[in-house]
């Protein structure tokens, strides 16, 4: 079992930049996709960000390509997700998730540890 906490969002202005950061428990981490979802109020969970169980591989949502970044650090059981350029549609909860696959991209089915979510809010 793996139990993942999210951390690092906050209120920030347009053109800021948050780190967000998911700590997971349990010593299969490192064997474990990650990926980055968020929730818009009155809107669907989508995909934002995803990497590979070593790291060599990621992907992300069109609307942050170039903006964010998502990397890992299995010696600390850690994923990140570092946020630049923030836009006020970028407001959400975000959710880590890991997958037990060497890597499930935006496959939001192949995700089966879920985080509880930090809220990132972007003021114009």
């Known amino acids: 079992q793996v139990q993942l906490v999210e951390s690092g969002g906050g209120l920030v202005q347009t053109g800021d930049s948050l780190r967000l950061s998911c700590v997971a428990s349990g010593r299969t981490f490192g064997s474990y996709a990650m990926g980055w979802f968020r929730q818009a109020p009155g809107k669907e969970r989508e995909f934002v960000a995803a990497i590979s169980w070593s790291g060599d591989t990621t992907s992300y949502a069109d609307s942050v390509k170039g903006r964010f970044t998502s990397s890992r650090a299995n010696v600390k059981n850690t994923l990140y997700l570092q946020m630049n350029s923030l836009k006020p549609e970028d407001t959400a909860v975000y959710y880590c998730?890991?997958?037990?696959?060497?890597?499930?991209?935006?496959?939001?089915?192949?995700?089966?540890?879920w985080g509880q979510g930090t809220q990132v809010t972007v003021s114009s």
């Open positions: 998730a890991g997958s037990p696959r060497h890597y499930s991209g935006s496959d939001y089915g192949e995700y089966m540890h």
